[in-house]
């Protein structure tokens, strides 16, 4: 008579299953991490940040330290349309008075 072990199928589901969720959790502490650092740059921003028009310069991409990476902290903060069109009638008030 053959015996038939029934522990190796149930071992080998479970320790998938356990990889699994393994797997997930890091995947959450990560997003964690990256939270806690994008709140942590946040707090460190100002409210009520201005454009001083007549201070525009061009900057260097060497000078640049974050974000260098679409990962980085700041590499999904932008400033919106309407935003970026007063900052343009400022600069063009600016060059033509």
């Given at each position: 008579?053959?015996?038939?072990?029934?522990?190796s199928?149930?071992?080998?589901?479970?320790?998938?299953?356990?990889?699994?969720?393994i797997?997930?959790?890091?995947?959450v502490?990560?997003?964690?991490?990256?939270?806690?650092?994008?709140?942590?740059e946040?707090?460190?921003?100002?409210?009520?940040s201005?454009?001083?028009?007549?201070?525009?310069t061009?900057?260097?991409?060497?000078?640049?330290y974050?974000?260098?990476?679409?990962?980085?902290?700041?590499?999904?903060?932008r400033?919106?349309?309407?935003?970026?069109?007063?900052?343009?009638?400022?600069?063009?008030?600016?060059?033509?008075?």
């Amino acid at each position: 008579m053959k015996n038939i072990y029934l522990a190796s199928p149930l071992f080998n589901n479970g320790s998938n299953n356990l990889k699994t969720l393994i797997n997930k959790i890091d995947k959450v502490e990560r997003e964690i991490m990256l939270a806690e650092n994008i709140k942590r740059e946040i707090d460190k921003m100002k409210q009520g940040s201005i454009a001083l028009v007549n201070q525009i310069t061009t900057v260097s991409k060497i000078r640049i330290y974050n974000p260098k990476r679409n990962k980085d902290v700041l590499s999904d903060i932008r400033i919106s349309n309407k935003k970026l069109d007063l900052i343009d009638k400022a600069i063009i008030y600016g060059l033509t008075k």
